[in-house]
């Protein structure tokens, strides 16, 4: 009787999970393929920006599309033939210094003390969304997605300008994982 008995309840729950997660609209998604049937293919067109450092759009652009490439069997495809296009601006960089030395140096017989920045942090404000591509429907977009990062900053201005570009390739792909997370959570 008490294994008649555990073996029902054990039933009734197997059951009741199957039902409950059918009614829920979950389903196990094996394919890669869009849960909600018409999202199949996704479009990443070039990331805008209102800044003016050289070649952010396409470092930005490049690694959203390997963080998609690498993690996901959704197509990325041309903006005509996607059912999704995931668009993105970059509203505002900004930079600000983190940390100084104090720089001592004689003018004129006196001493003279001036700070010079060694350490700057970026900051990237970025918004994005995607949208159907047959109706123009936004699917999901956030504004203002932020992310930071310090470099050194260096005598030379070609260092300084390398380091800050590696800077913002960290942030770019913080943001990418973010976005993917985002945008997959629709698929």
């Known amino acids: 009787m008490m294994k008649d008995r555990a073996f029902l309840i054990a039933l009734l729950m197997i059951?009741?999970?199957c039902l409950l997660t059918v009614g829920c609209?979950?389903?196990f998604n094996l394919s890669g393929s869009s849960l909600r049937g018409e999202l199949h293919s996704l479009a990443i067109p070039t990331i805008a920006s209102r800044t003016t450092i050289e070649g952010l759009e396409a470092d930005f652009t490049n690694i959203i599309r390997k963080e998609f490439?690498?993690?996901?069997?959704?197509?990325?495809?041309?903006?005509k033939e996607a059912s999704a296009v995931l668009m993105g601006k970059i509203e505002r960089i900004e930079t600000s210094p983190l940390s100084y030395d104090i720089q001592k140096n004689s003018v004129g017989g006196k001493t003279v003390s001036y700070e010079l920045t060694n350490l700057r942090r970026i900051k990237v404000k970025l918004t994005m969304k995607m949208v159907?591509?047959?109706t123009g429907e936004v699917i999901w977009e956030e504004r203002g997605m932020e992310e930071k990062a310090s470099y050194s900053v260096s005598n030379d201005p070609v260092e300084?300008?390398?380091?800050?570009?590696?800077a913002l390739r960290k942030?770019?792909?913080r943001l990418a994982k973010r976005v993917y997370l985002k945008t997959v959570d629709t698929f």
């Open 15 to 17: 059951i009741g999970t």
């Open 25 to 27: 609209g979950y389903r």
């Open 160 to 166: 300084t300008n390398f380091r800050e570009k590696a």
């Open 171 to 173: 942030i770019a792909q």
């Open 69 to 79: 490439l690498s993690h996901s069997t959704i197509p990325l495809v041309s903006v």
């Open 132 to 134: 159907k591509r047959n």
